[in-house]
């Protein structure tokens, strides 16, 4: 059974960083992607960022600079290295892996951001 696992949120000021982690199992997928996405209270859900086993990466244009995403392709683990954050970021930040063969998508549970002062 696939399964991901997040970690890194929590509450900071703005300006601040934060480092969000997310290790996938139950899979020995070499060829996938990988991503983050968030959903703010009161509105759907967005990507933020993804990247593929071979590392070409795709970013929400608010966040791109700010934002860096990085895996351990090896282990199906992925990082968001989130700088100068702002209130406009708060929101849960779910981690998603896509599987090309069979085509399946699979989430985790999500982890908060709050970014307050």
């Known amino acids: 059974q696939v399964q991901l696992v997040e970690s890194g949120g929590g509450l900071v000021q703005p300006g601040g960083s934060l480092r969000l982690s997310c290790a996938a199992s139950g899979t020995d997928s070499k060829l996938n992607t990988m991503g983050w996405y968030r959903q703010a209270l009161g509105k759907q859900r967005e990507l933020v960022a993804t990247i593929t086993t071979y590392g070409f990466t795709n970013y929400k244009p608010s966040v791109n600079g700010r934002f860096t995403i990085s895996r351990d392709g090896a282990n199906n683990v992925i990082y968001l290295q989130m700088n100068n954050l702002k209130p406009d970021d708060t929101a849960v930040y779910y981690c998603?892996?896509?599987?090309?063969?069979?085509?399946?998508?699979?989430w985790g549970q999500g982890t908060q951001v709050t970014v307050s002062s």
């Open positions: 998603l892996l896509e599987l090309y063969t069979p085509r399946a998508d699979y």
